[in-house]
C-alpha cells in the first residue's frame, strides 16, 4: 500500500501582454496552484487547484493531516472525512478547491503506481481524441471591441476548431453585433456558443437571446449568477436556446439541485474547482441519470486540461450508442496563457478541431520544472 508522504502547492502566474476577460471585467494576470503529491515509495503525482495559490497553501495546512500516512488509494475517504469535520468552513471555497487538486494529483499517482492511465482507472479509455471548442472571443481594453473581437476570431479560425465561443453580456445590442459578427468570420458550419458569465438578470437575457436569434446560438453559456436558482428554473421554461451552467459550483450538491431540476441542458464541472475525478465522476452519472450532456469548463492551467481529457475519455456515450449528434466538447482556451502548455516537457497536441488524450501512465504528462519556476513555482 503505498502512503501519502507529503502535499504542496507551488503558485504560477502569467501575465497576457494585454488585458481580457468578460463581461464581469478583465484580468491582468493568469494564474493558479499546482499541487504535488509525494507518496512514501518514491512516487509523485500532480494536480491542479483554482484561485490563489496562497489562499490554496493556507487551507493546506489545515487539511493536510486528513491525508499524509493514509494510502494514496483511499484519499476519497480523506476528502470526505475534511467535509465532514470542518462543514462551518464552508464548500463554496478554495478548500473545496484543493480537495479537488488533491484528487486529481493522487490519480495521477495511482495511474503511475500501476502503470495505467488515468482514463483506464476512472472507466476505461473509450476514446482516444477529444472535440474541443475554442474559448476566446474575449473583451478586451480596446477602444474597438468590434475589432478587437475579430483580431481573436481570425487567428482561430483557420485552425479547423468544429465549435467557438465568444464573451457577451454588455448590453442586448452589443451582443446581437458580437454574434453577427462571429458568424461572418467563422461561416455557418461550426457551432457557436456564447457567455455573459452570469452578467444579466432573467429580462437581460431573453432579450440578448431575441437579438441573437438569427446567429443560430448553439447553448448560452452562465446566463444568470450562479446562485440564482428561481431564476435558473423560470429562464429554462422560457429559453429558445440551449442552457449551460456549473463552473462556479462546488461540490456534488449544487450540481444535484442543477441536475436534478434540470435547469441546464449543458451542465459544465471544472475539475479544479467543484472536487476532482471523484465529483466529476459524480455528476457525470447524475447528468446521465437525467440525459443531460456533459461540457468541462477549464480556464486554467494545463494540468485541469488534461485531467479533463481523462475524463471525457472515460466518459460512456449514454444515452447513444453508435451515433452521437453532439459529442462532449471540451472547453480549449485560445487566449493567450502560457500556463496551458509551457509548463509541460511536451504540450497536449492538437490537430482538426481535437486534442489528444496523453497516453503514459498517470496523466501522461510531466511538468518542466524549470518552466514551473519561472512561473512562479519554487
Known amino acids: 500500500m503505498s502512503r501519502i508522504r507529503d502535499?504542496?502547492?507551488?503558485?504560477?502566474?502569467?501575465?497576457?501582454?494585454?488585458?481580457?476577460g468578460s463581461a464581469r471585467g478583465l484580468v491582468t494576470a493568469r494564474g493558479g496552484g499546482l499541487v504535488l503529491l509525494d507518496t512514501e515509495d518514491g512516487v509523485q503525482g500532480i494536480g491542479e487547484v483554482w484561485g490563489p495559490p496562497g489562499v490554496a497553501r493556507a487551507?493546506?495546512?489545515?487539511?493536510?493531516?486528513?491525508y499524509t500516512g493514509s494510502s494514496v488509494f483511499a484519499q476519497r475517504g480523506a476528502a470526505q472525512m475534511v467535509l465532514a469535520r470542518l462543514y462551518h468552513a464552508g464548500t463554496q471555497n478554495q478548500m473545496t478547491a484543493l480537495l479537488g487538486a488533491i484528487d486529481i494529483a493522487a490519480h495521477d499517482a495511482m495511474g503511475k503506481l500501476l502503470d495505467l492511465s488515468v482514463a483506464e482507472l476512472i472507466g476505461g479509455r473509450l476514446r482516444e481524441r477529444i472535440p474541443v471548442y475554442a474559448s476566446g472571443g474575449y473583451f478586451t481594453a480596446a477602444d474597438d471591441q468590434d475589432?478587437?473581437?475579430a483580431r481573436q476570431l481570425e487567428a482561430a479560425a483557420p485552425r479547423g476548431f468544429g465549435a467557438f465561443k465568444i464573451k457577451i453580456g454588455h448590453n442586448p445590442a452589443e451582443d446581437a453585433r458580437r454574434c453577427a459578427l462571429a458568424r461572418r468570420i467563422i461561416g455557418d458550419a461550426p457551432l457557436l456558443t456564447v457567455d455573459t458569465n452570469g452578467n444579466y438578470t432573467e429580462d437581460g437575457v431573453l432579450e440578448s437571446m431575441r437579438r441573437t436569434a438569427d446567429c443560430d446560438i448553439h447553448w448560452y453559456e452562465e446566463p444568470l449568477a450562479p446562485q440564482d436558482w428561481s431564476g435558473y428554473r423560470s429562464l429554462a421554461a422560457r429559453a429558445p436556446v440551449r442552457l449551460a451552467t456549473g463552473e462556479a459550483l462546488y461540490t456534488v450538491f449544487d450540481f444535484r439541485r442543477l441536475i436534478d431540476g434540470r435547469l441546464a441542458a449543458v451542465v459544465q464541472p471544472d475539475l479544479t474547482l467543484c472536487g476532482g475525478f471523484d465529483v466529476a465522476r459524480t455528476i457525470g452519472v447524475l447528468c446521465a441519470a437525467e440525459h443531460l450532456r456533459i461540457s468541462p469548463h477549464v480556464w486554467g492551467a494545463g494540468v485541469g486540461l488534461v485531467a479533463a481529457l481523462h475524463f471525457l475519455?472515460?466518459?460512456?456515450?449514454?444515452?447513444?450508442a453508435d451515433h452521437v449528434p453532439f459529442p462532449p466538447l471540451l472547453e480549449y482556451d485560445v487566449g493567450e496563457n502560457?500556463?496551458?502548455?509551457?509548463?509541460?516537457?511536451?504540450?497536449?497536441?492538437?490537430a482538426d478541431g481535437c486534442l489528444d488524450v496523453?497516453?503514459?501512465?498517470?496523466?501522461?504528462?510531466a511538468l518542466d520544472m524549470a518552466a514551473v519556476r519561472r512561473f512562479g513555482g519554487n
Open 7 to 20: 502535499i504542496t502547492v507551488l503558485p504560477l502566474q502569467y501575465t497576457p501582454r494585454e488585458a481580457y
Open 59 to 66: 487551507y493546506l495546512e489545515l487539511i493536510k493531516p486528513f
Open 147 to 149: 475589432a478587437a473581437l
Open 313 to 320: 475519455a472515460a466518459l460512456p456515450a449514454y444515452p447513444h
Open 338 to 350: 502560457a500556463l496551458q502548455g509551457a509548463i509541460f516537457a511536451e504540450p497536449v497536441r492538437y
Open 358 to 365: 496523453p497516453r503514459g501512465p498517470g496523466l501522461g504528462v
